[in-house]
């Protein structure tokens, strides 16, 4: 689904190639699974980067980024940071919808790390248990439109991010429910690797 998402995103002449962790969990939730999965990513970048231009770390929490991107030549970009620098730079003040509330703390850290503190409003969260929300898309799709709409009317932000590369598709459809922007972290990525690539 995120490659797919990421190939309509793209230019017509890039070719978007998958890369799938296998020592990782399907869905990151906790900080520790986040920790855990870095090394994985690392590995896996390192070994890609010989037969790419750029690379998309594809979870929302960007684990082994910074690590990445000293470890390779070509441009590494995570969700979280283009999702944040894309939201900041075209809407300003910006909150977060998802699912995982244990990486509340993270996401409110990527934004100190980028400096972009002043324009987060905060994390608005769906409640219930992230793996089956995930399993029940209009379930997720209706929840994430709540978080959404809290972060934009009560939180006064002027652009949302959906935290999750997985929650891809709930993204697309919810960026078609609201007048204001609703960033999707995928195509936010392309985007980013894309103008990095150039």
């Given at each position: 689904?995120?490659?797919?998402?990421?190939?309509?995103?793209?230019?017509?002449?890039?070719?978007?190639?998958?890369?799938?962790?296998?020592?990782?969990?399907?869905?990151?939730?906790?900080?520790?699974?986040?920790?855990?999965?870095?090394?994985?990513?690392?590995?896996?970048?390192?070994?890609?980067?010989?037969?790419?231009?750029?690379?998309v770390i594809g979870a929302f929490g960007d684990?082994?980024?910074?690590?990445?991107?000293?470890?390779?030549?070509?441009?590494?970009?995570?969700?979280?940071?283009?999702?944040?620098?894309?939201?900041?730079?075209?809407?300003?003040?910006?909150?977060?919808?998802?699912?995982?509330?244990?990486?509340?703390?993270?996401?409110?850290?990527?934004?100190?790390?980028?400096?972009?503190?002043?324009?987060?409003?905060?994390?608005?969260?769906?409640?219930?248990?992230?793996?089956?929300?995930?399993?029940?898309?209009?379930?997720?799709?209706?929840?994430?439109?709540?978080?959404?709409?809290?972060?934009?009317?009560?939180?006064?932000?002027?652009?949302?991010?959906?935290?999750?590369?997985?929650?891809?598709?709930?993204?697309?459809?919810?960026?078609?429910?609201?007048?204001?922007?609703?960033?999707?972290?995928?195509?936010?990525?392309?985007?980013?690797?894309?103008?990095?690539?150039?």
């Amino acid at each position: 689904m995120m490659v797919g998402i990421a190939r309509a995103s793209s230019s017509g002449d890039l070719a978007v190639i998958g890369v799938t962790a296998t020592r990782s969990p399907a869905m990151i939730v906790t900080r520790e699974q986040l920790a855990a999965a870095a090394a994985e990513v690392i590995e896996i970048g390192r070994r890609e980067a010989e037969r790419v231009s750029g690379i998309v770390i594809g979870a929302f929490g960007d684990p082994g980024l910074q690590a990445l991107r000293k470890a390779v030549a070509i441009p590494v970009v995570g969700l979280c940071e283009a999702s944040m620098l894309e939201a900041a730079s075209q809407a300003g003040r910006f909150g977060v919808a998802t699912t995982t509330p244990d990486l509340a703390p993270h996401i409110q850290q990527r934004a100190c790390d980028l400096d972009l503190s002043h324009l987060f409003v905060g994390t608005r969260l769906t409640g219930g248990d992230p793996m089956a929300l995930s399993a029940d898309p209009a379930r997720l799709e209706q929840m994430l439109a709540k978080a959404a709409a809290d972060c934009f009317e009560l939180d006064r932000a002027e652009a949302v991010i959906i935290g999750g590369g997985p929650l891809g598709q709930a993204a697309t459809a919810l960026a078609r429910l609201f007048e204001r922007p609703i960033i999707a972290p995928i195509p936010a990525a392309m985007r980013r690797v894309m103008s990095l690539m150039i």
